[in-house]
């Protein structure tokens, strides 16, 4: 195991072990708040962060699997290409921000933006989530335990939403959909990748695009 104190080290040389083929246990102590912190990970590194961490952490990750024990800055794992990135408490705006892939799991809320223009990114969200929450999301799953804000899932494209508690509105092009065997199968293959037994999949709704925004349509002008 390889140790960082932050309070001692720089971000860069903690970045500078990450971004090395070589795997292994990282253990960072004294985050304090420190922005950039396990960006670009490469390989299968198993990194614990002990304390708050600031803007774009775990951005870029691939493959490693990164754990804060604290609350996140804005730009959680934007970019993530693979891997996993768990928070015990919140994240701040644009969490997982155009991540391609990977599984980001978030035990408080998240804020506003959750998923923007997601493409690929599995987010579980055990708290709620704040207005214009995957908005542009083109593809994944965005998994909300609590409540979403204004604006969910606007102009939204193939990505799917899975909310338990109340929509405060739908942004452009988001509907409700029917909940097929297939989609509760996957809503509950997340939920056990989260470590989430005491929510039943039947508690959920299911949100998704309605398609009229694929094209330009002038009867739909109004809405874009």
């Known amino acids: 195991m390889v140790s960082f104190d932050l309070a001692d080290n720089p971000v860069r040389e903690l970045n500078q072990h990450l971004h090395a083929a070589v795997s ?6 004294n985050a304090g708040g420190k922005h950039s912190i396990a960006v670009g990970a490469i390989g299968n590194h198993e990194v614990e ?14 493959d490693a699997t990164i754990r804060v024990n604290g609350h996140a800055g804005p730009g959680l794992a934007e970019n993530m290409m693979s891997g996993r990135v768990q928070v015990s408490g919140n994240a701040s705006q644009y969490c997982a921000a155009t991540a391609h892939g990977g599984l980001v799991v978030i035990e408080g809320d998240a804020s506003s933006r959750c998923g923007i223009s997601m493409k690929g990114v599995d987010i579980v969200v055990k708290g709620s989530v704040g207005h214009m929450s995957a908005f542009m999301a083109q593809k994944g799953c965005l998994v ?6 204004d604006a969910l899932g606007d102009s939204i494209y193939e990505a799917q939403l899975y909310v338990r508690g ?16 297939e989609h509760k199968d996957k809503l509950q293959s997340l939920l056990d990748a989260a ?29 874009y």
Do not use: P, W
């Open 166 to 181: 109340k929509v405060e509105s739908l942004g452009a092009d988001c509907e409700q959909k029917e909940m097929r065997a």
């Open 24 to 29: 292994g246990k990282v253990t960072v102590n």
């Open 195 to 223: 470590g989430i037994t005491d929510i039943q999949v039947n508690e959920f709704t299911r949100y998704g695009s309605a398609r009229k925004l694929y094209h330009f349509d002038i009867d739909n002008a109004s809405i």
């Open 49 to 62: 962060i002990n304390g708050n961490v600031g803007y774009y952490c775990a951005g870029m990750n691939s």
């Open 144 to 149: 909300v335990c609590g409540d979403a804000g």
